[in-house]
């Protein structure tokens, strides 16, 4: 009963590093970014993706260190460093590891906090893309971290562009995931997340209450690191390895992905256009969907090729989900795989706004699965969730 819904639906501070040395070479980007930044700011709302009249790609620097093992018959791995201030940082805490590890470096100028989302995402993936195409960076290594508000930015990115990134680390700072259902269905498959906060960081409840566990539920590949006495700071070298050994150590399931997934993968030396990217999805969801157990993911992908690709693939897409709803069985599918993944989804969302302390917007997320699913098993624990949730709020305001 629920089939047509679903188908219609669319460095400033520095904790204990060492080993700084020389500073890695400062570049310029050579020309825009190939990647959809449009896309990748979508999360931060309606008019996001605005820049400033005279935005020029070739005016950007930033910080570039090149492994010195670097040759260009293999693809390498990369950690691309986001400030929050309009320095390049980073550095001083992740040579001992690039150098050692044999990873490249960069970190964009003039893309801190004070800079509009918009233009901030833009300089971040035109340095990404500038440095793709110079070198053979491996998408399956590439790793987007930051801190504070760089790392509130690396959650963002790397989980709009899932297919791009291996892992993000973000340093003191989170941020959610938004966007087509695809896009969580991606993460699981490929992306690992290691959330880093300190001690006594003002920001380590929304790492260890919030997002951490919120993770897990939603059974993305995610570790939590509290690096004992530490503040609101980047955390020392040794702390940073163990969490890059981390993430490196999921490689061998993001090249299985890739192999199961070819539609969906990324060569190093490739950055399909829009219409190109939704033309792969729209392959790669109707590869899901010859597979029974999969035909909730064949339609998200269907789905997230049309915010993806645009009007190159929307009469194909709508002509393909018009032909799934004549299909009694694979509608039946449809309704009974979507509804056990929304359960999953927002279920997960309402407990983790709770645990943060955010019971009005716990609420909200409970009413989604009580309007969906009225009268069902379902619908009425969620009425059941959102009563007890007012009954704490109340409880609090009369405190």
């Given at each position: 009963m629920f089939a047509t819904r679903w188908l219609m639906a669319a460095g400033l501070a520095l904790g204990g590093a060492s080993f700084a040395l020389a500073q890695p070479a400062e570049r310029k980007v050579a020309a825009p970014t190939r990647l959809d930044w449009e896309f990748a700011v979508q999360g931060f709302g309606a008019g996001a993706a605005k820049l400033p009249a005279g935005y020029d790609s070739t005016k950007q620097r930033y910080q570039l260190f090149v492994?010195?093992?670097?040759?260009?018959?293999?693809?390498?791995?990369?950690?691309?460093?986001?400030?929050?201030?309009?320095?390049?940082?980073?550095?001083?805490?992740?040579?001992?590891?690039?150098?050692?590890?044999?990873?490249?470096?960069?970190?964009?100028?003039?893309?801190?906090?004070?800079?509009?989302?918009?233009?901030r995402t833009r300089i971040i993936l035109d340095v990404l893309d500038d440095v793709r195409r110079a070198y053979r960076i491996d998408p399956d290594q590439t790793y987007l971290t930051g801190f504070s508000g760089g790392a509130r930015m690396s959650c963002a990115i790397a989980f709009a562009l899932p297919e791009y990134i291996g892992g993000v680390m973000p340093l003191c700072g989170t941020n959610p995931i938004?966007?087509?259902?695809?896009?969580?269905?991606?993460?699981?498959?490929?992306?690992?997340?290691a959330f880093v906060t300190g001690e006594k960081d003002f920001n380590r409840k929304e790492n260890e209450e919030y997002m951490a566990p919120w993770f897990k539920e939603l059974e993305i590949r995610s570790k939590l690191w509290v690096v004992p006495k530490l503040g609101h700071a980047i955390p020392s070298s040794d702390v940073l390895k163990e969490a890059y050994t981390w993430l490196k150590d999921d490689l061998p399931r993001r090249r299985a992905d890739a192999?199961?997934?070819?539609?969906?993968?990324?060569?190093?030396?490739?950055?399909?256009?829009?219409?190109?990217?939704?033309?792969?999805?729209?392959?790669?969801?109707q590869a899901e969907l010859k597979q029974p157990e999969r035909t909730w993911r064949g339609v998200a992908l269907l789905q997230g090729a049309l915010r993806r690709g645009g009007n190159p693939v929307a009469k194909q897409v709508g002509g393909l989900l018009e032909d799934l709803l004549k299909d009694e069985a694979v509608s039946n599918r449809i309704a009974e795989q979507g509804a056990k993944d929304e359960e999953l989804s927002v279920s997960a969302q309402a407990r983790a706004?709770?645990?943060?302390?955010?019971?009005?917007?716990?609420?909200?997320?409970w009413a989604i699965l009580a309007k969906n699913y009225e009268g069902s098993a379902l619908g009425k624990q969620a009425e059941t969730e959102i009563q007890r949730l007012r009954q704490a709020e109340k409880g609090k305001k009369e405190k």
């Open positions: 492994p010195k093992q670097y040759k260009a018959g293999q693809a390498w791995p990369l950690v691309l460093f986001i400030s929050a201030g309009d320095e390049a940082a980073g550095w001083s805490a992740w040579q001992k590891v690039c150098e050692t590890e044999g990873v490249f470096f960069c970190s964009p100028f003039a893309a801190g906090n004070n800079v509009a989302t918009g233009q938004s966007g087509p259902t695809y896009l969580r269905h991606r993460i699981a498959d490929r992306v690992s997340v192999k199961a997934h070819p539609d969906l993968a990324i060569a190093s030396e490739e950055a399909p256009n829009k219409a190109e990217t939704g033309k792969r999805m729209v392959a790669a969801g706004l709770e645990r943060f302390g955010q019971l009005g917007k716990a609420i909200e997320a």
